[in-house]
T-cell receptor, first 111, second 115 residues
Framework: DAKTTQPPSMDCAEGRAANLPCNHS???????VYWYRQIHSQGPQYIIH???NNETNEMASLIITEDRKSSTLILPHATLRDTAVYYC????????????FGQGTTLQVKP | GAVVSQHPSRVICKSGTSVKIECRSL??????MFWYRQFPKQSLMLMAT?????????EQGVEKDKFLINHASLTLSTLTVTSAHPEDSSFYIC???????????FGPGTRLLVL
């Protein structure tokens, strides 16, 4: 599966949009981009995923560049409860489904 | 929907004993379940993939005789840490994948402390 690169940490003011970038320059055409987050001492929580189109759900929006080499997760109105480690993962569509986690981005939402 | 539970949430055991951790998908059938381990300040590391009714597939470096995995039904997988030692102390997390969906859902984790 393609590797991803994320900044180790980011800050965001409460109520503002949090934009978390992810580079996946070696992504293949049949690989999805997944985002999970992990709040301290809990299991990861699924946020969103996409193949090539932008996606939006009740939690976030996922913007994938046209060449698919990078993506951005957007939390439109960050709250203190959004403080977590955010993982961007690329995996092959239709394989066993296993996810390989990198180091992620620690997002700190500040009041 | 897509809720995964783990039991126990926390366990303390003596060195040399075995510990069993259960992972259940509560509202869906999981043909595939995964087990991860996470040490403090590190990311999740995949240990093994289990499919219902067949033997688990272990990642490189994970001892299959030490970490026994059983996926006896479509809603239950168990991880048994045999002859636990202090270095096995970690946060163990399972996840489950509904058969027809691509997305994987995680349990809340089990914190194991071996004294």
């Amino acid at each position: 599966d393609a590797k991803t690169t994320q900044p180790p940490s980011m800050d965001c003011a409460e109520g503002r949009a949090a934009n978390l970038p992810c580079n996946h320059s070696t992504i293949s055409g049949n690989e999805y981009v997944y985002w999970y987050r992990q709040i301290h001492s809990q299991g990861p929580q699924y946020i969103i995923h996409g193949l090539k189109n932008n996606e939006t759900n009740e939690m976030a929006s996922l913007i994938i560049t046209e060449d698919r080499k990078s993506s951005t997760l957007i939390l439109p109105h960050a709250t203190l409860r959004d403080t977590a480690v955010y993982y961007c993962i690329v995996r092959v569509r239709g394989n066993t489904g296993k996810l390989i986690f990198g180091q992620g981005t620690t997002l700190q939402v500040k009041p | 929907g897509a809720v995964v539970s783990q039991h126990p949430s926390r366990v303390i055991c003596k060195s040399g004993t075995s510990v069993k951790i259960e992972c259940r998908s509560l509202d869906f059938q999981a043909t595939t379940m995964f087990w991860y381990r996470q040490f403090p300040k590190q990311s999740l590391m995949l240990m093994a993939t289990s499919n219902e009714g067949s033997k688990a597939t272990y990642e490189q470096g994970v001892e299959k005789d030490k970490f026994l995995i059983n996926h006896a039904s479509l809603t239950l997988s168990t991880l048994t840490v045999t002859s636990a030692h202090p270095e096995d102390s970690s946060f163990y997390i399972c996840s489950a994948k509904p058969g027809v969906k691509e997305t994987q859902y995680f349990g809340p984790g089990t914190r194991l402390l071996v004294l």
